[in-house]
């Protein structure tokens, strides 16, 4: 299963969201360029415990290293492979959560998870030596809190069946708890200072999120945030949007299927394209729709042959309701 996206829309542009995963991407590129010196950059700037409870290896760092790699370890990642997943499920989640806590407190938020991912980390594996690297503490943060804002929310995701692409959605309660249910029982397998991933900096940053959460919804937004969110209103909705047709017939068999398609003002003014993704009896059907110039809340779109299939294979119509949001 791989996650698209979610299907709650931000209302603004997550420019913090989105610098963060700029700067994953930077600090990448800066790692592959060390060469020969990779290792030591890597030791000097990730989470290493036994830096800071073994006196012998604490002396070979100064002060300024041993803080500065509390932040520094959650833009670090082991491989390419490594940084996408991570800013892949960052870009999914986190934008809605910094669309409710805005640019601001969303970035001293994520921080935040990350220090404290960390700390979770390196008190549960005190005495290890293993380099802890990247971004997945603080990610997890963010998911814990998406999980507290959304949890009615769905998870677009994209299951390949025989080169079928299948889209389903998940509701994001279930998938974020699924999630951090596999990250405990993977903790709970891992010896303390074992190798691998770290899991217990994972579940850190998903409970710190939670609670970090509840105490900056607290804090009053700054004015600069608001100015932030006027000047970066999105003008597009999702291009992908899944839909599950209903009917008006008490019948199982009606072939007109009625659903709605959500738009900006500014698609709706100038006319867009989506891909619709919905069911068709036992069928899964992947639909390119226009959505003319012009069009206003309320206007009804007629697919021919778009609709339910009935047992003789004669197929309805389908009607989308265009939502102007």
Excluded at 81 to 97: E, K, R
């Amino acid at each position: 299963m791989i996650p698209l996206r979610d299907t709650i829309q931000s209302k603004s542009y997550p420019v913090i969201n989105t610098a963060l995963i700029a700067a994953n991407g930077l600090v990448y590129l800066l790692q592959l360029a060390q060469g020969d010196r990779l290792h030591q950059f890597v030791v000097t700037y990730s989470l290493v415990p036994a830096r800071y409870s073994i006196p012998a290896i604490a002396t070979q760092f100064t002060l300024v290293e041993q803080a500065f790699s509390f932040l520094s370890f959650m833009f670090l990642h082991g491989g390419f492979w490594h940084l996408l997943g991570n800013m892949w499920i960052l870009y999914i989640f986190g934008d809605n959560v910094e669309d409710r806590l805005g640019p601001v407190r969303y970035l001293f938020f994520y921080l935040l998870c990350g220090f404290a991912s960390g700390l979770t980390h390196l008190f549960i594996n005190w005495h290890s030596q293993l380099p802890t690297v990247g971004a997945s503490g603080a990610i997890a943060g963010v998911m814990g809190a998406y999980f507290l804002l959304y949890p009615h929310s769905k998870i677009l995701t994209f299951i390949p069946i025989f080169f079928i692409p299948y889209f389903i959605e998940i509701p994001a309660f279930f998938f974020l708890g699924l999630w951090f249910l596999l990250q405990f029982i993977s903790a709970a397998g891992t010896p303390a200072g074992g190798g691998g991933i770290a899991w217990w900096a994972h579940i850190g940053g998903f409970v710190f999120g939670i609670l970090f959460l509840k105490l900056f919804l607290l804090v009053p937004e700054l004015s600069i945030s608001r100015q932030i969110r006027k000047k970066t209103t999105k003008k597009k909705s999702p291009r992908l949007q899944v839909i599950q047709p209903t009917s008006p017939s008490t019948t199982t068999d009606a072939p007109k299927v009625y659903q709605t398609i959500v738009v900006t003002p500014l698609e709706a003014q100038l006319g867009t394209r989506k891909l619709l993704s919905f069911s068709s009896g036992s069928r899964k059907k992947l639909l390119r729709v226009t959505v003319p110039p012009g069009s206003r809340d309320g206007t009804v779109l007629r697919l021919a042959g778009a609709g339910q299939q009935l047992q003789d294979g004669t197929e309805g119509d389908l009607y989308l309701k265009v939502a102007v949001r």
